[in-house]
């Protein structure tokens, strides 16, 4: 069964940085997409970053580019996801997921089938 498991939300100021992470289990990974995404109260879930099997191949929402870093370590089925010079408007739960399809790269929810639970982001100003 697979699992996704996120950590190192928390509270942090505006201008401050969080390191999330991301450990799946329960399959393997290789060649699959891996993506992170955040929903606000009220709002729909929203991508983030998604990174590719591939080194270098990552893609992020223009509203976090330049601030925000997507990684993954395939040898121990981990992504994370640096965040830097934080806003008010970064506050959310932050999902990670895996892509539907092998070798492919999704930049919606629809392309990802197994999620986290979410670790909650707030970020006060």
């Known amino acids: 069964q697979v699992q996704l498991v996120e950590s190192g939300g928390g509270l942090v100021q505006a201008g401050g940085s969080l390191r999330l992470s991301c450990a799946a289990s329960?399959?393997?990974?290789?060649?699959?997409?891996m993506g992170w995404f955040r929903q606000a109260p009220g709002k729909d879930r929203q991508f983030v970053a998604a990174i590719g099997w591939s080194i270098g191949r990552t893609y992020y929402a223009d509203s976090v580019k330049g601030r925000f870093t997507i990684s993954r370590d395939n040898a121990k089925n981990t992504m994370y996801l640096q965040m830097n010079a934080l806003k008010p408007e970064d506050t959310a739960v932050y999902y990670c997921a895996t892509d539907r399809d092998w070798g492919t790269i999704s930049l919606s929810t629809d392309g990802y089938d197994y999620w986290g639970q979410g670790t909650q982001v707030t970020v006060s100003s």
């Open positions: 329960g399959r393997t990974f290789t060649g699959y997409t």
